[in-house]
């Protein structure tokens, strides 16, 4: 069948269904284990108390606000890393000096866990919402130089020899051919890095948080109110699903030539 033969075509609504039915099994199982019995509520609430959670969250408590607090974290750490990460990976991918210079240091500083930043964090930026950026900041941008800078190494080298042939200037070669050959790339480089802000919420909002969906989770923490802790999960989850989904339909209006069937 084409369908299940290596790398076969799917219809898209057929697609979305077995998504559908992906997410449904997952319902049914974690609803069965809940209803089960053998384990405590408190250990695994079912679907009907974390609905209820939520729904208390929203009528007694600032849900939105939460949520909207979070999101501007997020994006914030998000979009610093990628005004300096984009154009800092465009030229440690096309020249060797500044790939001499900063590929070493950047590839050792990834390896360094952005919550070990945290005391430093409040000692130099303090603890408003500055540190919870920087902490973002800081466990999303290293990561997206050395991918970025991957993505533009991808461009063919027949491209920029062409663009040489035809008389263009270097400012030219890296603006018109190297960054708009590597920009679909980019732009899933840019998704996946969007994940791992999110990842990094819980640990920013570790930083004299009093709001926010990542402090609710941690406050849901002291008092064993697990319910709680499954819709920020949840919440989280939900978001950036939608922030995936964006990237995907900005990434199919953008390069459309890329999604021909």
Do not use: C
Request: no cysteine.
């Amino acid at each position: 069948m084409k369908t299940w033969s290596i790398r076969g075509e799917l219809a898209r609504g057929t697609y979305r269904t077995i998504g559908l039915i992906g997410f449904g099994f997952l319902l049914l199982l974690w609803g069965g284990l809940a209803a089960s019995g053998w384990f405590e509520s408190v250990f695994l609430p079912g679907p009907l108390a974390v609905l209820r959670r939520l729904v208390l969250w929203f009528t007694q408590a600032d849900l939105f606000g939460d949520i909207w607090i979070s999101v501007y974290r997020v994006m914030a750490g998000f979009l610093f890393s990628l005004l300096i990460a984009v154009p800092l990976g465009l030229l440690i991918g096309t020249f060797k000096p500044v790939q001499a210079f900063f590929e070493p240091l950047i590839e050792f500083a990834r390896y360094l866990p952005a919550v070990a930043f945290v005391p430093l964090v409040m000692l130099w930026v303090g603890i408003d919402e500055g540190a919870k950026i920087a902490i973002i900041w800081i466990g999303t941008f290293f990561q997206m130089v050395l991918m970025v800078s991957e993505d533009v190494r991808r461009v063919p080298m027949t491209q920029i020899e062409a663009a040489q042939t035809m008389g263009a200037r270097r400012g030219e070669i890296l603006t018109r051919v190297v960054l708009k050959s590597a920009m679909p790339n980019i732009v899933d480089t840019l998704r996946v890095t969007m994940g791992w802000a999110w990842t990094y919420l819980v640990v920013a909002e570790l930083v004299a948080a009093n709001s926010g969906l990542g402090y609710a989770i941690l406050k849901a923490q002291r008092f064993l109110q697990t319910d709680k802790i499954f819709v920020g999960i949840l919440l989280i989850g939900l978001i950036g699903f939608v922030l995936d989904q964006l990237f995907r339909l900005l990434h199919r209006k953008s390069f459309p030539w890329l999604h021909l069937p």
